[in-house]
């Protein structure tokens, strides 16, 4: 086995490891609003959801070399305001332009050819190519040495047409093919998949195991 200590590393050397190992991991692509108005938009790879009672997800943001705040982290400490997107293989590509620097008075959506649209319930817009949309506020926040980690509260789902049943509540994951962070800059997509049966259910047909959720 090879054995690390952590407390004996540095923090860089930290996040190589977690980074590439935690992996795959769901990708964030995040729409606030700067104070200037223009609508700011970056792909975060440590993102999760935290529950669903109440409805909240989990964003955790970096500190640039410099110690300045991302733009995305700044407008949420600012508006407390946020949209989390789901990033597909549709828009795989943009969502990782998003990614480069650009001046805060202009917006990555434009440069990377995405849509904004006015979302319901809070004032960053969600991105119309998105196949899943999320409108939080900030409900809680924590503060470490090199990130903020934001915990936003769903008030607000919109999705692709076809994408949800909302008698059933079943996602068509069949047209759902969303793309992973993999180590260093890999992405992986989601569309080989397999169910594992338990006990209870492996005597039950498993043709639809993995069409719906």
Known sequence: MTE?????????????????????????????????????????SMFNMVGEDPPILMLSINRLTD??????AANILEN???VVHMSDEAIAEQMHACGESFPADISE?????????????????????????????????LETESRYVFIGRIRWMAARDGLIDTEKWRVNLRDYHPVGRFG??????SSDRFAIADKA?????????????
């Open 67 to 72: 110690g300045r705040l991302k733009d995305t």
């Open 184 to 189: 260093a800059s890999f992405y992986t997509r």
């Open 109 to 141: 959506l434009i440069q990377v050819g995405l849509t904004p649209v006015p979302s319901r319930t809070v004032r960053p817009p969600r991105i119309l190519e998105a196949p899943v949309a999320f409108e939080c506020v900030l409900q809680e926040k």
């Open 4 to 44: 690390v200590n952590f407390e004996e590393i540095t923090s860089y050397q930290r996040y190589k490891m977690m980074a590439s190992l935690i992996v795959p991991r769901p990708i964030a692509l995040v729409t606030t609003l700067g104070r200037n108005g223009v609508v700011n938009a970056a792909p975060f």
């Open 201 to 213: 259910t492996e005597a039950a047909p498993q043709s639809t195991a993995i069409d719906t959720l």
């Open 80 to 82: 407390q305001e946020f």
